[in-house]
C-alpha cells in the first residue's frame, strides 16, 4: 500500500532502528478489521479480499459465527451511509489540516462532540470541526462511525499510519494515527453503498 506508513522502531540504547514495512501494517489492520467485524459474514469478508472487480458478490453463508450473531440478534441493515461518510470524511481533512498525531478516536470523537478530558486538553474543541454542526442520520452511535472509520482506511481512502515501538524487550506498543484523504476519496465514496448492520433493538432506540 503505498500511503500507510509503517515503522517499527526498536529502541536499543541510543540507537532508533526504524524499518518500513508497509504491506505488514496493511496485514496488521486487516487482521484487526477483520476480527473486531460483528455482523459481517467472514466468509463474505475473505471472499471480497481475495476477489476481482468482476467477481459476482458472495452469499452470506449463514454458518460463520458472525453470521449466527446476526440471526440471534435479529440485524438489520441500515441505510446508506453516504452523506454521514461525506461529513466523516470533511472532519478528517479539517482535522488533519491542523493537527498532528491524530488517532482514530480521535476522528470520532470530534465527530460525535464527545466532552471528553482529551478533546478539551489537545484543543480539539476549539477546532472548526468540532463547532460544525453534523446531521448524522444513519452514523448515529460512536461504534458505527468506527466502522465507517474502518472501511475509509481499508478501502485506502483514508491514510493511517501504524507506529509500532518496542520500549523494552517485553514490550511492543502499537500506535495508529490518521494522516489524511486521498485526493479522490469523493468520487470511490460516491460509487460506493454504505450500508451498516445493527441489532434490531439498537435499530428501535436509535432509528425510526
Ligand atoms: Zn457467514
Redesign the pocket.
Known sequence: MQNLNYWLARNSRENLDIAHDLAGARKLFEVQYFCSAKYK????MIAQHYSWNSDPPVD?????D??MNSLLHNVQNLPDAKNDVFELVEVIRSLTDHFSEITPQNVIDVYTHAKTKEMKEKRFTESAAYQRQYRRKVLSTKELVHAALDDLILLELVEQQTVLQRPNEHHLTCNMYIRGVKGDAKSTIERREWVYRVSGSKLKHSHR
Do not use: A, E
Open positions: 459474514c467472514r466468509q463474505q452470506p453463508c449463514n454458518t460463520c458472525n453470521c
